[in-house]
């Protein structure tokens, strides 16, 4: 048996440790480049799914541009208002109804509690028979799709006028 003497037993150990060095940043920049071709794979899978979400709103709304097509086309040729406009009736509801299809739920608000995320107050108007920051009047529907609200209702909010109900219940003494 050879005996090794301390520079030597140092030697191999350093050149053990380089080795094992040597490993290490090699399983590092695999493990870089497996990570930079999952990132690469997700985002062309994910524009894939955005060009197929798209597709799937084109095929649902194309058919309302359509309809709209025949009917200002109608239009010009029979000037019937009321034809007119029970077919204008009939592509909002086609409308609605292919915008249902993709997810989109409109929302009422008439009555409820004034909720930020829900509502965008246009004004408060005085008004005693409500409590303070009810929606009292909607300007203009709430959309959500899920549980994601993507356009808040345009709304008017109740609140009491300055003597309101508490003078009332004052003089009452």
């Known amino acids: 048996m050879e005996k090794k003497g301390p520079v030597t037993r140092l030697k191999e150990k350093l050149k ?37 979400a798209q597709v ?10 359509d309809s709209f097509e025949r009917a200002m086309n109608g239009a010009s040729v029979d000037k019937d208002y009321e034809k007119y406009a029970k077919g204008v009736e ?8 292919a915008l249902r299809s993709l997810g989109l739920e409109d929302f009422s608000s008439l009555g409820e509690t ?9 004004a408060a108007v005085v008004n ?5 920051n009810t929606v ?23 609140k009491q006028s300055k003597g309101g109900n508490e003078d009332v219940e004052n ?3």
């Open 16 to 52: 053990q440790q380089e080795e094992d060095l040597k490993d290490i940043k090699d399983r590092y920049l695999r493990a870089l480049a497996d990570m930079d071709n999952y990132r690469k794979r997700m985002e062309r899978e994910l524009d894939g799914f955005r060009q197929y």
């Open 90 to 97: 009939m592509i909002y509801r086609q409308l609605k109804d």
């Open 56 to 65: 799937e709103f084109f095929n649902n709304i194309i058919p309302v541009m």
């Open 128 to 132: 005693d028979d409500k409590p303070e």
């Open 114 to 122: 004034f909720d930020p995320a829900r509502h965008e107050a246009i």
């Open 136 to 158: 009292i009047e909607e300007i203009s529907r709430g959309y959500i799709v899920k549980d994601r609200v993507i356009k808040p209702a345009k709304v008017l909010v109740s």
């Open 171 to 173: 003089n009452r003494d």
